[in-house]
Each structure stands twice: as structure tokens, then as C-alpha cells.
């Protein structure tokens, strides 16, 4: 089996008062995939997901990484999506995992 094609869509990287957030798109062999993520100073208001588009043009949530795995390994604050990057690569491959069982 060949490795999935992947291309880049977009990357947004932000900061907010509490904490920081990374929202990348890219394109897996045709389908678009979303991963969001939000680092907040507190774990529960956390959350790391990836979706896929839909041909409706709507967002479906694929899988979330709890935050229990993976706040205590980041930094409170952040000026680059840097300590981001791992965790998003994670999910986007958990995501071509979940699509190639189609």
C-alpha cells in the first residue's frame, strides 16, 4: 500500500489570553481534513480534534486526542504553533487511518 498524498491547504496559528491555538487543513488523497486545536491554561477547557469535510460542505468531527494526553506536555503560553506540531501530526494520521478503512 502506497503512502496517502498529502497537501497543504491552509495553517492559522493564534493566541489568546489564556492560551494558544493551531487550526490546519490539508488535503489527503481528495478528502479535506481539519485539525483544531486549543491549548488553554486550564486542561478541561482543552481540546484537540481532527473532521473532515463532507460533501454537504459541513465539518464531521473524526477523533479527538483527550487532553489529558498531551496539556501537561505543553507550554501555558506560546508564540508558534511549534509545541502544537506533534499533536496535529498525530491526528491527521489517526484521521488517514480512520479514512482508509473505508
Sequence with gaps: ?????????DRVFGERRQGYNLTEIRRVDGKLLRVRIYR?????????????LTPAMTWTELTTEPASAWHSATPSRSTSPAPLDNLAERLFQRAEAILRTE
Design 1 to 9: 500500500m502506497s503512502a496517502p498524498r498529502t497537501a497543504p491547504v
Design 40 to 52: 488553554d491554561f486550564y486542561q478541561h477547557q482543552s481540546h484537540a480534534l481532527v473532521e473532515v
